[in-house]
């Protein structure tokens, strides 16, 4: 069965951190290119962050680029999101996302709420 478990999520203040983390489990996670995708309410869902299966390409929005860093042990099939200098902005449900040339998963989602 697979299964894509996110936690870490919650209520901080603007400028605060948080680390998101994703437990894989029931494929081989070290094929799939992993991302981090948010949606806010009334907003169409986006992608945040995404790296390769070789973990040495990444990608960011513009909106979380040098406060945001996605990174993957393929080891433990964990991906993270390490998010800094957090905005009201970020507030949104965050999801992570599997994606293979065969196969789409996702996650069920964590809330991450920035706010004083």
């Known amino acids: 069965q697979v299964q894509l478990v996110e936690s870490g999520g919650g209520l901080v203040q603007p400028g605060g951190s948080l680390r998101l983390s994703c437990a894989a489990s029931g494929f081989t996670f070290s094929n799939y290119d992993m991302s981090w995708y948010r949606q806010a309410p009334g907003k169409e869902r986006e992608l945040v962050a995404r790296?390769?299966?070789?973990?040495?390409?990444?990608n960011y929005a513009d909106s979380v680029k040098g406060r945001f860093t996605i990174s993957r042990d393929n080891v433990k099939s964990m991906v993270y999101l390490q998010m800094n200098s957090l905005k009201p902005g970020d507030t949104a449900v965050y999801y992570c996302?599997?994606?293979?040339?065969?196969?789409?998963?996702w996650g069920q989602g964590t809330q991450v709420t920035v706010s004083s």
């Open positions: 996302k599997a994606l293979a040339l065969y196969a789409t998963y």
């Open positions: 790296i390769a299966v070789d973990h040495e390409n990444t």
